[in-house]
């Protein structure tokens, strides 16, 4: 930590702070500026709230961090390794991470009925996704609008992952639902809207199975490694950060902002291994391909893409969705940058 | 709802769509522009969602809602009347609204101990607030800070009511604790970043005691009141909104941009009781009188100030609470203002 | 300068570097915590860029500034005392500033014809304006928009300032057209959008007439403050700061976010007077009376407030123009707090 | 153009509304809905001001703008086909746009001195850029920053182009030094912070060389736009339009936000070409390699790369260049999807 005091901060007073931080048992050095003094604080200050320093009295101007204050998502935690997700699926384990193919995670946003979540589970399966996503539980701004079918949707899932041996990604929004979810998930999702909901954080971090962890609407990257953070500190340390969009000034032509450029900054950053989903970070089908292919070529370690039998009769997130033909044709392309970057699993899968 | 077609649209998709909403129990009415043709969908379009309509077809250029989404919450909803949130105190009862006096609530961050949360409480009911507040559970961005004192900072919350009279306003962050947190708060708090939190929205919802719900740091405005919709749709009318502080781009010398804007906005579009949080609107006590002065100059119904009796030693956002002392000054300073307005309810009380 | 080096920087780096400062005149501190060394840089560091300090070692993880980069307008510049901007206009000088009654700018956002502006010039005189705001040339986002009248309605500003004897704010947007300007304008305003037009800038700071510098739509403060020492640093040190609104996530009710939480920041950072704008700021007139009446009680110096005759006839700008019965109504609201305050110039003017 | 009546409209007033449109030359078409009356305006609407519509009545709750504000920089206007930019160069002619190759243009943020410049001009060269880049006239945010060499830079880059027969791109800030630039420059840049400089857009419009439109830091896809149809309506139709990061409410760890989901947006709503600015768009050299592969596999049509022989020593921006080294290992990467998705101009040059 930096303090740095106020022009003119009287002499004592620099001193009196000085030993106000020797009592918390820190070490000041002070360091005599032409205007300004600063105190920089040597010790364990890690777990320290700059807004608490700057209280200590009303001389300090400003209080810099000089430590990131993610500990365990940090990649110095891991001596600069990437860390992988290893998730068992009926049809073999499917690792996340830097140093695997990229994993494709396809589905409808809510799982309707039987029959289209089987469908469009074959579909993506034959097509080369290794996960399927969709919502049993969903979170919709408005209370009026349909809200997922729930429990029962879970059983939709299951029959989805006998059928096709693909793993399941699904949303948990009430740590009540935790448990049924968690018999079904083989990666249990945490919503951009709910990547601030700290007791659902530490719920899931109580927990085995591995979580995705959305990036909230204006989350810093600060405040979604934070959130990581939580699920880490709780012991669960089989965490996937997925962006999905950002919100800025500008939302006419697409839903949300896709901010790419996370992917060099987290690999900076943090071991986590890294996901991003157009689908919901554009809002518009006819975008998704596009970012699709920026992605991988900015180094993405998977991607979630939203794939409906008949997206005009979609439940939820229609107009994001892709027809399984165009995820087919999609998958092709993406093979495309995907071979020579040395990131892509080899053919496509067959049923 | 306004169907806006594509430039070329051919005349035989604009029938096939008309008549798929014909098939939805709508009227189509078309209009058919220099460029465009435009179709206006007549009936029962709120529960209809933009997106679904756009999958319709590929020759939709873009859907236009025309009405509001939110219902119990809308201005209209009460014929433009303002509703109030009367609140049982042992002072009396309190009530929120515009044609009210402002009821002023402050208190610590969080309840640190007896003798702090009960000297505070006398302090801020001598300088004339009618509610206490003070975190018992605290929404905390990294896992290793102070996560408020839980269950037990209850009783101090009830003993301080007791204490002073003061109706007490405190936050839910689990589900798990709403009932233990119902039987000492008069005022539930729902935090910024639960206000997307829908399964605890229902939950809150579906029980008595009012609601203060924070706006995220986000929301649009209409996200907000669509949040105040999933309470007052479960059952529960009693909803004041709180602005806090939203995210923009500038946050170098405060902490949020505290939109003051929302007043005259909001009044216009809801008739739910309209709370100003200038603490941690900005998060430096020293911008937390102007911003006070200005909420009431801008019609607020109600204002919730931060004070600690030791900011410096405060376990959480010390810098923007102000002293017992302080507070005392600005309650005079607001009068002066509040008086000449109609909105200040007279002489401060005393213990 | 702080200058942090990243975790494992080799000690004869930290030397190497040390040395390189040295030789640029720098006096190097080294503090050395548990994970990090940093470096305080003590000497004239006001003009060194943090971005090149960067440079010179990979080892170096972040440079934090602890000099604000603006100088001349910068409260300590003045050793904390406010400064005045006072005008002569034919009805006397008016001074704005922290110590001044409020001073209200009003009238249209385009100058359109000569019985509009000295008819509006007359009716915000008898309501107690002491300028008369209106455009010649006018910044608008399409080229097929009204562009102003140009040279031609600087004429009618002169005749409407001889009419009523009010001070005349209108704004330049070409260097080619300064001269024109300056003959009839007692004060030059500087439009958002061209707040970083540093050509722009440099020529009105070498010029006499006070300027009123609005703030770009996503300006911080510091971007504000640093345009502003533009005009300051070329010899003009007459320079009013108008905050107009920015650009935020929602604007579907208010055109922009009018930023009140400037006024008090803006206080504690520089000496230079500040106006509000709530009509550019809000882009509705049924919410510019309450931001007016905020704007006063947070502590503003200055109101520009858009007056029309017949605000649907308006070329520009319409729907956030009061008329000028409504204006009259809001001078005498804004007395009623303004009076309290101390900063109500009395009685209305008569003309 | 489309008018949304408020809830309770009298009758009355929406025929006075009709009529009055009436005798704009519009024709008013009605549709009745079950809560409000819409009112459709069919004819020359474009022009059109949607605030000065919505203040025909005070009933008119908003005006839905159908018809998009831009039409010369719109793909209808050229029947959905792309446009291109051919640049005549020493080396031959060079064309921007969706049908050629990716142009490369890269060079030092400024021009420091005839030795830097000819050796940063021969090593992009020889690593296959096309274009220089690099400033004599430079927009800083403090006054007292390195302003560029001017007129004497301006011919150091003519001297580059004479060396190695690149195109040279630099940028213009003031209208008074048009006709110099406009003597080196094959394509004049327009600065994010120009870019609704009105004044300085219709001069680049009138005058012949191809103009490069950065997009300004918050301005929307449609304030961009509305910026090129400045220079179109002008009679310059060569604009190509340049991201270079939008400011979003995280500037931690990224300078900007790199925008790469402008790419599908434009190719959807402009025929113009469209280069991407991954060095200004993230601010660290460390970053740029994987957005300028991003920016490819999305479809961008040009890229521009900061290249400093020295980027420890550059007078300005030297944390976002790289070195021709690094630039060289990039282009190589680059090759490596550009080549299958067959943008790629396959060998790199020999000088």
Chains 1, 2, 3, 4 share one sequence.
């Not at 209370?143 to 059928?163: M, V």
């Not at 975008?287 to 370690?301: E, F, H, K, N, R």
């Amino acid at each position: 930590m930096i303090v740095v005091m106020k022009v003119g901060s009287p002499e004592a007073e620099v001193s009196r702070i000085a030993e106000e931080f020797v009592s918390w048992g820190l070490t000041p050095e002070k360091i005599v500026g032409q205007h300004k003094v600063v105190i920089g604080l040597v010790g364990e200050t890690v777990s320290l709230d700059p807004l608490q320093i700057q209280e200590v009295s009303p001389w300090i101007e400003q209080v810099l961090r000089v430590e990131q204050p993610f500990k365990r998502a940090s990649r110095a935690y891991r001596q600069g390794e990437a860390s992988e997700v290893a998730v068992p699926t009926p049809n073999g384990t499917v690792s996340f991470g830097e140093h695997h193919p990229i994993v494709v995670v396809a589905g409808p946003c809510s799982v309707e009925n039987e029959a289209m979540i089987i469908e469009t589970a074959q579909r993506v399966r034959a097509a080369g996704a290794q996960f399927l996503r969709g919502g049993a539980f969903k979170p919709r701004t408005s209370p009026y609008a349909f809200q997922g079918h729930g429990e029962s949707a879970l059983g939709l899932l299951a029959a989805a992952r006998d059928a096709t041996g693909l793993g399941i990604i699904t949303e948990v929004m009430d740590a009540a639902d935790l448990d049924a979810i968690a018999e079904v998930a083989d990666v249990i999702q945490i919503g951009a809207r709910n990547m601030q909901n700290f007791s659902l954080l530490k719920k899931v971090g109580a927990q085995d199975k591995p979580i995705l962890l959305k990036r909230g609407m204006a989350a810093t990257i600060e405040d979604w490694l934070m959130a990581a953070e939580y699920i880490l500190a709780a012991g669960n340390s089989n965490v996937i950060l997925c962006e999905r969009g950002i919100r800025t000034f500008d939302r006419q032509y697409a839903r949300n902002t896709l901010d790419l450029s996370v992917i060099p900054v987290l690999r900076s950053l943090t071991h986590l291994p890294i996901m991003i989903d157009p689908s919901h970070g554009t809002g518009r089908a006819e975008y998704v391909p596009s970012m699709a292919m920026a992605a991988i070529a900015a180094g993405t370690d998977s991607l979630m893409i939203e794939v409906h039998p008949d997206p005009k009769k979609a439940l939820s997130d229609g107009p994001q969705s892709l027809t399984p033909d165009r995820f087919d044709g999609l998958m092709r392309e993406l093979a495309v940058i995907g071979n020579p970057l040395g990131r892509w699993a080899g053919q496509p899968a067959v049923v």
